[in-house]
């Protein structure tokens, strides 16, 4: 079956040439005519045949437009031809033939091709009539009338019809954009969407970023992307990937923000750079020398405040859409409420954990208390019962043996009570220093004599080299310090391990140092037994205590503008090292 007007002419015609031969056969010609009245058929027939051949050519715009017009003038030919051969006779039917290149003009060219073609037909028709069987005005008139008539409303009507397809072909395809650009806006925000939930899936910073940027590649295509937050007014790559991203501002580099990018992007504004060739910032040469050529930098906005950034390069110039900015500054907003939640969890979580963490002291130090109180409470106790109901009955060294336990449990509550006391003071600030010139050198004597006689199970010795300067700072104070470094090195020891005290002054500082044989202490606990009752924890093996005395010791230590540490692990035992400035 045709499909084109034009092969459906084709058919028309070569039906026409058939209908044609048979008139012609079929027509009582004069004589002279017979000839003409066949050179019209076989003229007809070589049209038809043309136009078959012009109908199955491809051709371009303009040489079918001229195609067109070629047929519709030879068929105008071919009309006039029968209208000529048949006008012997007057009233003869057949002169209606000039119609038909008007309508077929009219088709093909509209109004204008209809009143061309209109006017020519019936100027030939006239003229052939004025030519053969002569003119009749009345007729002639006719046929003028209803040849432009014809050219002109088939001409107007093909007009409108087709300014009406063009409106529905442009709706049409208005249509199919509008759609194609609705399909790829869902496309856009389902994958926005997947972004979101990435970075909501992990409560830890590097997780969520890891999975967002997965998404983020599928969503705007980079070559090399980076978040970086600030952080205590630094730039902080928090994570990179792509093109040198485990050596070019790798997660954990911090630089200045002054001069950088992220300067830039603080006032909250996207910035574009379109060619980093121009070099406006540091980070730019190392881009350059990864083969990037432009960038996308959206700030991650909170409101009005921006916490980081994030980049997209690319190694094109001028790589980044208007679609694609507007997208990043979306995900950047994105990306800023991950990252809140996150910290924001992040310290609820250390607080509930201090505050766990406290808690378990403060039942800590309540069980320690009750536990250190009520031993000692319950000897002295037990022998001034003892005492008081059987004076006479005991002998003088017995009595002698119950009043020493008395006064060594009561010291050990005088010292108990004392240290509760010193920590609430440092606590509240009001431990108080009596400022003096001290001789550490007799301090330390004094608080290794004091241990060598409190024992005999541990030998303490001591080395001086050069003997210690006088400092200024408070003699009572710095000897509860040592005399509780040489207890505890005591108390840890095994029986007949030594304890060794040594004491250097170099680079304007003094350095006393208690070292012991016992079990040392963990390098994950050396934190926790400067702090407030911090003690290690060992099943089955753990001396009386507190867990205060540290804690007083390096509070002491640091008012005198020294230190106090622990070093342990590399050699067996511990060994606390007390820091004082010789200028005191
Ligand atoms: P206390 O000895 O009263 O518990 P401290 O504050 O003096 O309190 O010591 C805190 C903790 O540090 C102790 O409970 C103990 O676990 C640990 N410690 C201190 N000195 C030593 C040491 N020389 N060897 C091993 N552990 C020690």
Redesign the pocket.
Known sequence: MPRRPGQWLVLLRAALVVAAVVVVGVTDFPSSYVPWAWAAVGFFAVVTVLSAALSATELGRAARVRARALLIALDAVVAVGFISVLSYQTGEPYRALYLIPIAEAALRFGLVGGLVSGAVMTGSTIAIDAIGPGLQWRTAFARVLVGVLSGLVIGRLRDTINAERSRVEARAAEAERLRDELGHRVDVLETANRCARALGSSLELDEAFGAFIRELRALVPFERTAIVLLEDGTATTMATAGRGAGEVFPPGNSDPVEGSVLERVLGGKIVVRRDLSRREFPSDDRLLALGLQSELVAPLQLGARTIGMIGLSRERIDAFSEDEVELVALLGRLVATAVQNIRAYEAERRRVEELARLSQLRADFVSLVSHELRSPMAAVIGAARTLQDRWRMLSAAQRESFLALIGDETSRLAALVG?VLDTSRIEAGTFSYRLEEVELGRVVDEAVEAAALAQQEVPVVVSVRGGLPTIRGDRARLRQVLG??IE??V???PEGGEVRVSAVTANGAIRIA?R?A????PRD?QIR??EKF???D?PGA????????????RSIAEAHGGSLD?S?GVEP??T?TLTLPVGG
């Open positions: 240290d509780n470094l505890n090195a108390k840890y020891s208690v012991d016992g079990p040392g202490i606990q037994i400067f911090g003690r290690v060992v753990s001396k009386p205590g507190t867990g205060l005395g540290l804690f007083i010791a622990v342990s035992g511990a606390f």
